[in-house]
Each structure stands twice: as C-alpha cells, then as structure tokens.
C-alpha cells in the first residue's frame, strides 16, 4: 500500500468568493487545475477531487479521480470522509486540502505527510491557525468521518477528538531545509476565500523558476544556458525562451515528472529541462 | 522472385550446414510469410522449426538464422536492415538482434529470405552464400581479428560485389554477450556472436545474383519519397543532430540514468560526457546505413585520432553505469568492446555489478572500483583475453552472480540473464513493466515502452493500467516494425502507424493488409516467442525485475522518494497476461504446466 495520496475538496459553496473557485484563472490555468497539480507533485499515490454532486470541473490532470458529496452543502468534513474512504486500501494517509491554496508548495505537502506515521492527524499551525485543509489524514478515519457526517457534527475539529493529532507549528515545519528554502513564509497555508484575498495572491510575482534546455532544442540555435524566468505554468516557461509545447518536446521538472502539459504547475525553485521528445537508442 | 511468392518475397530459406556445406532449400508458404512477415518475425518461426527443443545454444544443431524481409532492397528509407536470431547462450531463451545495411541487400538478393546455418566446421570458417552455392573457407587468417578487420580481409580475399558479417575475438571465445557486426553496426544483444563461433564461423560473406520486386513499384516509389521526406523532419531531429547520444543529459535531467550499478539515477559526471559536450571536444562526424536518410549514427575521435562510434547506450553502460566520467575512458572502452565483438549493454552491466562486488567483498579485486576508467578497461581486456576475471564476467552478470554467490544476484541487474539497458525501472514504471515481461529479456528494443513513460500523458512514477497499455502498445509496434523491416528511429514520423505500415506492406507485397490484421500480426510474434521460450523451460519467475529494483527506494532531485513496489509490478505483469490472452502465470491458457 502506498504512504500518502491526495484528496482536494472542491465542493465548498464559495459563498465570501461569489463564484466557483476552482474555475478561477490562475496565470493561464485554473485554481483547481493548479492545485491537484501541485498536489500531485507531493504525493506519491492517487489524487481524489471531491466535488458536489454534478458540479462541473475545470480540465483536471490525467490519472485524477473525481468523486461526488453524497449530498450538497454539508461541509469539508463530508468531502474528507468520502476522499478518504476512496482511498482506503489504497494509501494510508491522504493529504487533503480545498481548491483555494495556489501557492501551495509541494515541499510543504511533503514535510506534512512525513510525519504521517506518528498519528491520525498531521495539522500545521501557522500564524497561530489550525490549517485542517492543508493537512494530512489517516484514511482510517473515514468511517469515523462519515459517522460525524451523519451525526450532523460537521466541523473538522470534531475529527480530532476521535484521533490521534501531531500538530506541527512553524518552527518544526521550517527546520526542514527543504521547505524553508522555497517557501519561507509558509505562503502554501495561503486562502484566497475572498476576491480581495484572491487578488492580492494573483498580483504576488510568480514563481521564479530556472529554465534550461538540452539536445536537439539547443543545436537548433536556443540558448543552452540556464534562463531564470516567473512562470506559473509549463506553458509560460517554455514560452518564455522561445519553445513551444508540442509533441516534440518534454520537460522534467526537477528530474522528477516528464510532462508537456502546459498547464502543469510550477512553484519557485523549479528546474525545467526541456527536451526534444522521442526517447529509445 | 519466385513465381509464386507475393512481392518482396523469394518464399524460400536456404539451410546451410557448415559441418560440411551441404544445402537444402526451405520453402516458405505465403501463409507463413504473411503471418510473420520476416525479420524477427520470420526468425522466431524459423528457429520454432528448426531449432531442436531443448538444443543447447552452442551446439552444433542450434540454427542461427539471418532472416531479411519484405522491405528490403525497396527504396523506403531504414530498410536494408536483417534479423539475426537464436537460442541466447546468455538467457537459455530467444535472442533476436536488428543489424544493418549493404549485407541486409545482398543477402537478401541471393535469392532467399533468411539463411540459416546449422552444424559446426572442423576449423575457423568463413561461409559465402552467392545465389544458392554455398562455399566454406579457411578462415584462419582471419581467427583472432576484430570483426572490421576480419569483414576487410574477407572481402579483399573474395573479391569485389561481397558483403560480409563477422565475428570478433569474444564471439570465438564464446563469451555469452558477443556480437555479430556489419559494417560498423552490431547485432548486438544475447550472445549471438558467440553462437556463430560455436559453429566456427569467422564470417558470413553473401552475394547478390538476382533482383527482387515489389508489387505496386510505382507505388512503392512515391511512398518512399513521402517517407523520406517526412524521416527528415523533427520526429527525428534528436537523432538525426546529435545522435542517441542526446539522451544522457536528457536523460540525467529525468532521474533516470543508471549510475554505478543502477544504485542511483542521476549521475554528476553527465555533463562530461554529453553528444553537447563530446561533439565539441572530439570532432564529430555522422553516418548512416545504407537506404537511410536519417543518419543517427555520431563517430567521435578518440585521443589517438580513430574514429569511434558512439551511443547512448555505450555511455550508460560503460560510463555513468560504471561511475565513469572521463570521456577518454568511455570512448576507448567503446572501441575496445567493437574491437572485441562484444555488447557494450552487457559488458558495461556486468562490470558495474563486478564493481559493486568487489567494493562490497564479494570479489578479490581491489583494483576494480567505481569511477576508474583505468579499471573498466583492464576488465573489458580480461574479458577478451580470458586472463584473471575474464571467464567469470564472460558469463554475464547472472551466471556470474550464481558462481559469487552471497547476496550478489540481487543486484545483478538483468532480466532473463539480459543486462538492463539504460533505463531506470523505478523511475519508469511501464519500460520497467516491458524489461520485465519481454521474450528477450531486459529490453529496449523489442519493448520501446520508455516512449509511454515520456509520453506526458501517464504518471511514469505510478505504475498502472495505462503503463500496461503503453508496454502492450509498444511491444506491438516494435513486433511489426523490426519484422517489415523498418528502423525504430522512424516511429515518430507515423500519425497512424499501423494503417501507415499496412499501406507500405500492401504495396510491396500485393497483399491487402489493414491495419487490424497487422496488429493481430504484432500480437502472434509476440507470443510465438513466449511460446518459444516456454518451451525451452521459460518459467513464470523469468517475468521479474531484480531485488534492487524492487527493495530500494530512489531519491530524486526533487526530493522526493520513489519505489516500484513487487505489488505494482505483479499488477502491473498480471494486467499484461490479460491483454495478452494468457494466464495468470503468463502462460496461453492451451498450454499445460
């Protein structure tokens, strides 16, 4: 069985937003497309979105899988049990987050779930804030969710008192090197839950990533050197020295996922080698 | 072409025993031609045939067949290519290995579709095959060169119109990964120059005497245009610029380069010896085989000034595999294994497993340490002189782990007794699927699966359904493409492959061939040779990556940890046998244990 997947609820009203945040730009791609792309990136089992039940979705990534809320409106705990009990076999813990954390950092999601081992519950405080949807379950506790549920005790909260919680404050989460190299300020927790809060996210610069490129691009007159440049997406980084995304280029992100989805989501630190597609020799 | 043989086709194999050079003639009915087009194809029925079950792969009754195909002496660019295919002595199982070129034309053009020699000579023989007479000659001249050497040398003595496949010294050795070359291009995988020198055979010289045509020539004429003209755009551009050799930076920047015995994937002396580094500080030239207009193949000059082929696979095999940076090193070891007619893939596995013995005890070998280019070229001499470690690693790395003993077979890395080619399993999930499963053993051409894990399109790092898809898939194509024949280089080019490779083979043939009955075409070689290898005592273990693939985790440069789980990859094989009809222990469901 696998450590840890991801479970993004996406089923919340958006009442303070006044529209559907998932379908929000973010830089040429969407909030929600953003998320469990990012999501994706810290994880190493399936991702699961928990939606209302028929809510339409923006594209998601392939191998993403959607799921619906029994019923409307009952909240994020309802989405956690049923996130959870999708992914029960399947992966031991699930770190579940909502659809308004774009700058959510895949180093944050994997210093949370590191310590999923110690407990039912990993919760990151920070700025003195519980951060239960940006934190990592048990998937065991999806009966004890669903069972909440039922009970009409529908805060998250209720959850803790049925399970085992490490909390990890900011001086624990930043003393991994790895995180606190890329995001200092522990902006991952960031919500937009209002437009005021979403447009102050959206003017943030965007992430500062470093560019390169290999073979055939390079002898085909590019620049081979390394080219630090802001770009959310795949899309922009490649734009941004001249590539376009088409069935003849790759790009590894941080030698880890080949992709040339052009909305595939970049965070700061980024390495993006692009590369001419066709492997095999 | 004989009269009654579809286009492209003489419908005959010659069987040439080299005992005492008699003949016969094999008729090839055109329902066998059509069910297993030639190639590899063609090879597997033959050795099906002809091959005695159970045959020990150096006996003098083990054929060895070089098998043509339709496609060859059209002008469709990438096709003088031939099979060569045997019982492996490395693996026990089926070995099959594409090489190219003018020997591919001329074979073919002494009227037969495959040539197939059997028996063993009384000495060092050369074998030439002009029409249907077949001479046998002294090779004693040549026992002992370099296959390039050995191919001048016969030609010079045979005269002009000779095209000529050889053997180097490790192939009359016997050692278990020796090669069988044609002008600078090697049928490289699973012993075969080995099998040859069993029968003491230096070389196989052909001659052409007659002509072959296809069907539709008009029609074959403007898609070879068609052809040419689309092998030149960017599907190939990789290759074509920079050649195979592109891949190790890629390659590296995707954490899948195998490093020092596959205990890493990302090796910090890449840069060293990247095709972007080399082709600056060793003058580059390129080449092609004959019939090609692409020209993958990059020659680098060593320090001596000789010119030295270079691939990707040599890189990773004999560099990053060995912990080797210095490209002096690299380029010598390659030309030190052309010169000794043996496998760089193999020879590189077997010394970085050497390495990891010796650095953990297993091995008295105190010289023989990551990262020493002095070391790997002192081990690839013992490998061709049979002095100090050279029997033990002329075996492979898992015949050899069985003689070492302790925990070392855990991290020899082959599949089937086939060293694995440079590709991380753990960081590519349905190629590690395709080594696992495919007939020959770890494997990266008769299963090209890499191309679905760099897809984009599937998560390479999560192995599933879509992965079984991706190895199902290319182990297709691959089955179609080096059984027509055609160059794996030109897979890109096709929107359409099957149906594309359907149209081609219409018009050579005069066949009416859809791209349905090509893919049920895929899915009989495919199975014809697990069905070989069944009988030759393939069990349901032989389907299975090594421990260290399986017990060890990887760190990327992300930071993130990686693992492909003995869970994922049963699932993973279980989900094959399904796509592939067979049983849950990969067997044709027919087929009684």
């Known amino acids: 069985m696998l450590e840890s997947a991801g479970v993004v609820l996406v089923g919340g009203r958006s009442s303070r937003m006044g529209r559907s945040k998932a379908d929000l730009d973010w830089h040429g791609s969407t ?37 619906d809320d029994p019923a409307e409106g009952r909240g994020p705990l309802q989405g956690l049990a049923v996130g959870l009990a999708v992914l029960q076999g399947r992966a031991r813990s699930a770190f579940v987050c909502a659809t308004d ?42 009966g004890a969710a669903a069972r909440l549920v039922s009970e009409d005790r529908l805060k998250v909260g209720f959850l803790f008192d049925e399970a085992t919680v490490v909390r990890l404050d900011e001086p624990q989460l930043l003393a991994d090197p790895a995180l606190s190299a890329v995001d200092p300020g522990l902006a991952s927790v960031s919500g937009a839950n209002t437009v005021e809060e979403y447009d102050a996210l959206h003017a943030q610069p965007e992430p500062e990533v470093t560019v390169e490129l290999s073979g055939a691009l390079v002898a085909g007159g590019l620049d081979r050197g390394r080219h630090t440049v802001r770009a959310s997406t795949l899309g922009s980084a490649a734009a941004s020295v001249s590539v376009h995304l088409d069935r003849h280029v790759l790009a590894a992100v941080n030698g880890d996922q080949a992709s040339r989805d052009p909305e595939f989501p970049l965070v700061r630190g980024d390495l993006v080698t692009l590369m001419s597609a066709g492997a095999g020799g | 072409m004989a009269d009654s043989s579809p286009g492209g086709y003489f419908g005959r194999a010659l069987v040439i025993d080299v005992s005492d050079g008699s003949t016969r003639v094999l008729p090839l009915p055109e329902r066998v031609l059509r069910e297993h087009l030639g190639g590899v194809g063609l090879g597997t029925w033959l050795l099906t045939e002809l091959g005695p079950p159970g045959v020990d792969p150096l006996a003098p009754e083990a054929p060895i067949a070089f098998v043509f195909s339709p496609l060859v002496g059209t002008p469709l660019t990438t096709s003088a290519k031939f099979a060569v295919v045997a019982k492996s002595p490395l693996t026990g199982l089926l070995t099959d290995a594409l090489a190219s070129s003018h020997f591919a034309l001329s074979g073919k053009l002494t009227g037969h579709d495959a ?94 005497t007659t002509k072959v045509a ?20 960017r599907a190939t551009s990789k290759v074509r610029e920079l050649g195979t050799m592109a891949n190790v930076l890629a390659y590296n920047a995707l954490s899948t380069l195998p490093t020092r015995n596959f205990s890493e994937a ?36 060593d320090k001596g000034g000789r010119s030295v082929r270079m691939e990707y696979q040599n890189v990773s095999s004999l560099g990053s595999m060995c912990g080797v940076s210095d490209p002096e090193a690299v380029l010598a070891a390659s030309s030190r294994c052309d010169d000794l007619g043996i496998d760089t893939i193999s020879a590189g596995g077997t010394i970085a497993w050497a390495m990891e ?39 492979g790395s898992r015949a050899a782990a069985e003689v070492v003993g302790g925990d070392s077979l855990t991290f020899a890395a082959q599949v089937k007794g086939l060293e694995l080619p440079g590709y991380e399993p753990r960081t590519m999930h349905a190629m590690a699927l395709g080594m696992a499963v495919n007939a020959r053993g770890a494997d990266h051409n008769r299963s090209g699966a890499y191309d679905a894990d760099l897809s984009g399109e599937l998560d390479r790092l999560r192995g599933g359904d879509a992965h079984v898809r991706g190895a199902v898939e290319s182990e297709d194509r691959a089955a179609v493409m080096d059984s ?42 495919v199975l014809a040779k697990r069905a ?31 693992s492909l789980t003995p869970q994922r990859l049963r699932s993973m094989i279980l989900g094959y046998y399904a796509a592939r009809g067979l049983d849950g222990s990969g067997r044709p469901p027919s087929v009684q244990t």
């Open chain 1, 31 to 67: 909030m929600l497309r953003r998320v469990t792309g990012l999501l994706q990136r810290g994880v190493d089992g399936p991702l699961i979105v928990v939606r209302a039940p028929g809510q339409s979705l923006p594209g998601l990534p392939p191998g993403v899988e959607v799921v």
């Open chain 1, 101 to 142: 954390l774009p700058l959510l950092h895949p180093a944050f999601v994997r210093r949370v779930t590191r310590d999923a081992g110690l407990a039912d519950v990993v919760l990151p405080v920070v700025g003195g804030h519980r951060q239960p949807l940006a934190a990592s379950y048990a998937t065991s506790l999806a």
């Open chain 2, 115 to 208: 040539l197939v020699l059997v028996g063993r000579a009384a000495g060092p023989t050369t074998v030439a095959v002009r029409g249907g007479q077949v001479e046998l000659s002294d090779a004693r001249a040549e026992w002992g060169a370099s296959s390039a050497q050995a191919e001048a040398s016969v030609r010079a003595r045979l005269g002009g119109g000779w095209q000529v496949a050889s053997i180097g010294p490790a192939g009359e050795r016997g050692v278990r990964y020796a090669t069988l070359s044609h002008d600078g291009r090697h049928a490289g995988r699973g012993g075969l120059g080995a099998v040859l020198g069993s029968k003491n055979v230096k070389a196989v010289a052909v001659h052409a």
């Open chain 2, 214 to 233: 296809p069907a539709d020539a008009p029609g074959v004429l403007a898609a070879a245009r068609d052809l040419r003209t689309r092998s030149l755009g």
């Open chain 2, 266 to 301: 990302v090796f910090e002396g890449a840069a060293a010896l990247a095709a972007e580094e080399l082709a600056s500080a060793h003058a580059v030239t390129r080449a092609s085989c004959a019939s090609c207009s692409i020209g993958c193949s990059h020659l680098y000059r």
């Open chain 2, 357 to 395: 013995c010796a650095e953990r005890g297993l091995i008295d070998a105190a010289w023989l340490r990551f990262g020493s280019g002095a070391a790997l070229l002192r081990a690839l001499d013992e490998i061709g002189t049979g002095t100090g470690l050279g029997p033990l690693l002329s075996l």
């Open chain 2, 484 to 525: 027509m024949i055609l160059c794996s280089f030109l897979r890109g080019v096709f929107d359409e492959p099957f149906a594309e490779w359907a149209v081609l083979l219409s018009l050579v043939t005069g066949w009416d061939v859809d791209a349905d009955e090509l893919r049920t075409t895929a899915q009989r070689i």
């Open chain 2, 532 to 562: 070989y290898n069944l009988r030759e005592g393939w069990t349901p273990e032989d389907d299975w990556l090594p421990e260290r693939f399986l017990e060890t985790d990887l760190t990327l440069a992300s930071g993130r940890t990686t």
